[in-house]
T-cell receptor, first 116, second 109 residues
Framework: GAVVSQHPSRVICKSGTSVKIECRSL??????MFWYRQFPKQSLMLMAT?????????EQGVEKDKFLINHASLTLSTLTVTSAHPEDSSFYIC????????????FGEGSWLTVV | DAKTTQPTSMDCAEGRAANLPCNHS???????VYWYRQIHSQGPQYIIH???NNETNEMASLIITEDRKSSTLILPHATLRDTAVYYC??????????FGTGTSLTVIP
């Protein structure tokens, strides 16, 4: 089946620096990718929807200047956490879709970000 | 997208069928019902989805009521590896997936 891969799986960065997480669809072209954040013992929270070739759509309360999303190709979307702070430490998960509402959405393995 | 409600937690004996309910009383006609599960510290795993008809695959069966206001995910022979949080999601034409709190299923030996 379709596979979505994220990299890195774990990253530790210093407070104030920026970190980039990649999300790749390995065997299909994803017109839409989604980025989620999950805090311990909580559900996944949708951060933004990333459409290839256009600006991402952010959910209410998510700072677009802090969480930069780029979807430059049909197989790659990136999330950059800028000027990271300890409260940005979380599990970040991407997913990818072929687009139509009846199609399956596949999720990546997730990326653990720890800001120290 | 329609909001879904699920019980917070459930237990199931190993080898028995696990029946996980989901209410989606405000679902609209073009919204699919999707089920995913998440094992600790991993990305969600797709299980099954459907619109109106019952569906079955190698992992599970999905039973959708005729009025589509609720559904049940059935794991026919639960194993210890099925212990996870199960999410029921109604997905419309907006394409986004909004996760609820899910059901934490514990399979007991």
């Amino acid at each position: 089946g379709a596979v979505v891969s994220q990299h890195p799986s774990r990253v530790i960065c210093k407070s104030g620096t920026s970190v980039k997480i990649e999300c790749r669809s390995l065997d299909f072209q994803a017109t839409t990718m989604f980025w989620y954040r999950q805090f311990p013992k909580q559900s996944l929270m949708l951060m933004a929807t990333s459409n290839e070739g256009s600006k991402a759509t952010y959910e209410q309360g998510v700072e677009k200047d802090k969480f930069l999303i780029n979807h430059a190709s049909l197989t790659l979307s990136t999330l950059t956490v800028t000027s990271a702070h300890p409260e940005d430490s979380s599990f970040y998960i991407c997913s990818a879709s072929l687009g139509a509402s009846g199609n399956t959405i596949y999720f990546g393995e997730g990326s653990w970000l720890t800001v120290v | 997208d329609a909001k879904t409600t699920q019980p917070t937690s459930m237990d199931c004996a190993e080898g028995r069928a696990a029946n996980l309910p989901c209410n989606h009383s405000t679902i609209s006609g073009n919204e699919y019902v999707y089920w995913y599960r998440q094992i600790h510290s991993q990305g969600p795993q797709y299980i099954i989805h459907g619109l109106k008809n019952n569906e079955t695959n190698e992992m599970a069966s999905l039973i959708i009521t005729e009025d589509r206001k609720s559904s049940t995910l059935i794991l026919p022979h639960a194993t210890l590896r099925d212990t996870a949080v199960y999410y029921c999601i109604a997905r419309g034409t907006g394409n986004q997936f909004y996760f609820g709190t899910g059901t934490s299923l514990t399979v007991i030996p």
